[in-house]
């Protein structure tokens, strides 16, 4: 192999001075060297193989998948078109849930990638396959065996025998990398040059960088809805209406629960991952909190609905995940009840300030191409005081109701922008076999 290697290097650097092609320094590692790799720029095309078997006595495990997956990924964003990657893995075939068959240490098809994926998904990641703009697509492959191999290999020869300008990527797992020892990590090309029909005259990039791929991820409008649980504290003060003078005080709380539904827009910093943008809120609030009397007689308030209007900033840690905090001016419609001898009761709107803070995570599902998150969030509103004077149950009595409380929403919001495509390759991409327990 060595010999092959170090003739083939010869054979590229002279054919290079005579058919205006890159020079080049093929390389050869093993496991663990692949951040030693550069793919090189200039080529006619670009070919690859991947090949990943099992021998007798050991099974496969979806990190074997992982690493052909990944570096596939890496070699579709790099500029290999995916007709000129050979695959071979395992068996050749897939499981009717539409994951990569595994193989047991029988040789006999295991649980898919997708199974172990379900039993143990930190210990066995299986993303989604997809093309260089993030649309879903299935990566064909044959079985892992000598025979295809062979083919793949006299396939290239072909091409070789007819240009020197080409270039040739050939990886193989080593049957089994469940000790996460084979660490790759493939450097996309620099540059792609425009062909000219005299030669090379400019460059280009060969992976685009998008600025715009995770702007997407929390920007643009949104709809949502919560449910929710509270806990409120009501301080109730009794005035002689004729003097003003405070005759009573009484502090109480309650807890209660609730419903609603929220919209907003986000707006992301150029160059930054800090978000932020205006939202509001509206919720039904079953939360009564009354101070009671003996002879079943009492006074309290009861809400009708919440609603909240502020800003939301904070930063998007991921393209996944985002922090914020908020502030809000509130509005709490409310009866006021003062029941003594008779009922009597008030209905008012009575404004406050509300401050908190949340955490939405992107999951992964989708309505109809637009992304749906999940969102955790904490609020403390303070309302103003409310009056109801000289109610007709307590004619001679002015009362005050102050309300504050805590609140704790858990809810789904649906994206307007679709969902952005994956993140293009960075300048070092590793991928990792994970250790199986």
């Not at 002879?295 to 393209?319: E, M, Y």
Request: net charge neutral.
């Amino acid at each position: 192999m060595t010999d092959g290697l170090e003739g083939g290097k010869t054979r590229i650097n002279r054919d290079a001075a005579n058919k205006h092609a890159e020079a080049a320094n093929p390389t050869s590692v093993t496991a663990g060297g692949g951040a030693n790799i550069r793919l090189g720029r200039g080529a006619t095309s670009y070919h690859a193989i991947l090949f990943s078997g099992a021998t007798a006595n050991q099974e496969q495990t979806c990190a074997d998948w992982y690493d052909v997956s990944k570096t596939w990924d890496l070699l579709v964003q790099s500029g290999y078109d995916p007709k000129d990657i050979k695959v071979m893995f395992g068996n050749g075939k897939r499981a009717d849930d539409g994951s990569p068959s595994l193989l047991g240490k029988d040789q006999k098809p295991a649980p898919s990638v997708k199974q172990m994926n379900e039993k143990s998904p930190l210990q066995c990641p299986y993303d989604k396959e997809t093309d260089k703009d993030g649309k879903p697509t299935t990566i064909k492959y044959d079985e892992a065996s000598y025979a295809k191999l062979k083919e793949a290999l006299e396939a290239l020869k072909k091409i070789s025998d007819g240009s020197a300008t080409e270039q040739y990527f050939i990886w193989s797992g080593s049957h089994n990398t469940r000790s996460a020892s084979n660490l790759i990590s493939l450097a996309p090309p620099p540059e792609r040059p425009n062909r000219t029909p005299t030669g090379y005259v400019s460059t280009v990039p060969a992976v685009p960088v998008s600025t715009t791929t995770e702007q997407v991820s929390w920007t643009g409008g949104y709809l949502g809805a919560q449910l929710f649980g509270s806990y409120g504290m009501l301080d109730t003060s009794e005035f002689f209406a004729a003097t003003d003078v405070r005759t009573n005080q009484f502090e109480d709380s309650g807890s209660g629960g609730g419903a609603g539904i929220n919209a907003g827009y986000n707006w992301r910093l150029a160059g930054s991952n800090v978000v932020v943008g205006p939202f509001a809120s509206f919720d039904y609030l079953n939360q009564a909190i009354n101070h009671g009397f003996p002879g079943g007689t009492f006074l309290g308030t009861t809400p009708r609905w919440v609603a909240n209007a502020g800003v939301k900033a904070g930063i998007a840690t991921s393209p996944n995940l985002y922090l914020y905090g908020l502030a809000a001016a509130a509005f709490l419609n409310q009866d006021l009840d003062v029941n003594f001898a008779t009922a009597a009761s008030s209905n008012v709107t009575t404004p406050g300030v509300t401050v908190g803070a949340g955490a939405e995570f992107r999951s992964s599902w989708q309505l109809a191409g637009h992304p749906i998150s999940l969102f955790a969030q904490y609020q403390h509103t303070w309302w103003d005081t409310a009056h109801f004077d000289r109610p007709a149950s307590s004619p001679a009595f002015n009362y005050g109701f102050r309300r504050e409380g805590d609140t704790v929403k858990l809810g789904v919001n649906l994206y307007f922008n679709p969902a952005p495509p994956p993140r293009p390759a960075l300048p070092s991409y590793p991928v990792k076999a994970l250790a199986q327990k």
